[in-house]
């Protein structure tokens, strides 16, 4: 594969995936258009398999491996939704898949990983705690390690999310991309620039988690120190890959607050009838809070997730 991705390396992952995920479909809502005053289209990510949009970039990066970087299995860290999407991929190739987990990622989180079939390790809920467990299991298993974002594989099996999009709707004047280790903004923002140009891409991320934002600013890497806020699936800093791309595309960042964050989920389960979770809201509060100027445009949302612990909504 090319570095970065080339057009043809995304539409190869493209086919390399489509008998393993769905083709999530796109929404819209009369009644957040005219909250926005914006033409607003929803791409449905918390349906695809998993619960996110992780399942994508997972299965690329699995399917692309051989034999015998397999044979040992697969690892990660993840606060849920990779670890979950990496344990499905695993079974695409028969084989088993080893996850590090904060032990602060809500229990239904967990939960799915291991109902995918992975085997759980729990650290603390640092960087250098998942990178120091993740060290330790791939010393014990031999496993093949499949890193969350920063990985070629990934970010071409997440710009298939951008994709798809652009073959839906068509002169598309913005796609709001939720940002945490940045492989999803990364790949769509690869897949606009090549299709789609005078498309502009906006990262979106907590203001509580906002390393994305200081470390464009700053031109240089500063990772995330345990950040707090309800968006848990966002927490991970950007890397090498993920930061080059973000940078070359000048692809713009934004921030959000956290009663902004629960304020956009709870409209959207009310007003398109769906569940997403709150790492997917960021980009809808982009929009509901005027972080965006979106007035008169036609506007694209990944809503990147849906899994989220009914015992514990955060509006409760």
Request: glycine share 8%; hydrophobic share 45%.
């Amino acid at each position: 594969m090319d570095w970065p991705p080339a057009l043809d390396d995304l539409r190869m992952a493209a086919a390399i995936i489509a008998p393993h995920i769905h083709r999530t479909p796109v929404l819209t809502s009369a009644t957040l258009n005219a909250m926005a005053g914006a033409e607003l289209h929803f791409k449905c990510e918390n349906f695809q398999r998993g619960g996110s949009f992780k399942l994508r970039g997972a299965s690329h990066a699995v399917l692309s491996l051989d034999d015998r970087a397999v044979a040992n299995g697969v690892a990660t860290h993840s606060s849920g939704n990779h670890g979950a999407a990496l344990a499905l991929a695993a079974g695409l190739r028969q084989a088993p898949a080893y996850v590090v987990m904060p032990r602060t990622v809500p229990a239904v989180k967990q939960a799915a990983v291991r109902r995918y079939g992975a085997e759980i390790t729990l650290c603390e809920p640092t960087l250098e705690s998942r990178e120091a467990s993740l060290a330790e299991v791939l010393e014990k298993t031999g496993a093949t390690a499949v890193h969350p974002s920063n990985d070629a594989a990934i970010i071409a099996g997440q710009a298939t999310v951008g994709l798809e999009l652009l073959e839906e709707v068509r002169r598309l004047e913005i796609i709001l991309v939720p940002v945490g280790g940045g492989g999803l903004a990364s790949g769509v923002a690869l897949a606009v620039s090549q299709l789609s140009p005078a498309t502009r891409v906006v990262g979106v991320e907590p203001a509580n988690a906002d390393d994305a934002q200081r470390s464009l600013a700053a031109g240089r890497i500063i990772p995330s120190d345990n950040p707090q806020t309800v968006a848990d699936g966002l927490c991970t800093s950007l890397g090498n890959l993920t930061f080059e791309i973000l940078g070359s595309l000048e692809v713009e960042i934004v921030t959000v607050g956290e009663e902004a964050i629960i304020s956009a989920m709870r409209k959207v389960w009310e007003r398109l009838k769906i569940v997403i979770e709150p790492s997917a809201a960021t980009a809808v509060a982009a929009v509901l809070e005027g972080a965006v100027d979106v007035k008169g445009k036609r506007v694209g949302i990944i809503l990147s997730g849906g899994n989220v612990d009914l015992d514990a909504l955060p509006w409760i």
